[in-house]
């Protein structure tokens, strides 16, 4: 009987989870499991305008997932290659290095 209690409990975080992958709009406890942050964390973000939010009633806050994955994806780090091949091109395109 546990065992039954036990795999229902992960199907329904299974299916709690794939909720928040085809919701559109996010609680801020769903946020908080999509970003993989704490709540504390997810507050100073929203606090200081860093991440995007909305409170239509100047209370609950919510999230739109396509601006989260957005959010997510930004400040994007370039790899060591694509550092090089950009400083090999500058050095080709100031002169100092000739083919």
Known sequence: ??????????????????????????????????????QSHLYKLTSTGNIPHYKPNGKKIYFNRAELEQWLLSNRVDSQDE???????????KGAVKL
């Open 83 to 93: 550092i090089e091949q950009q400083a090999a091109d500058y050095l080709i395109k």
């Open 1 to 38: 009987m546990d065992e039954i209690l036990e795999r229902l409990k992960i199907i329904e975080a299974h299916v709690l989870d794939r909720n928040i992958i085809v919701k559109n709009v996010l609680s801020f406890n769903e946020a908080c499991k999509f970003l993989e942050l704490s």
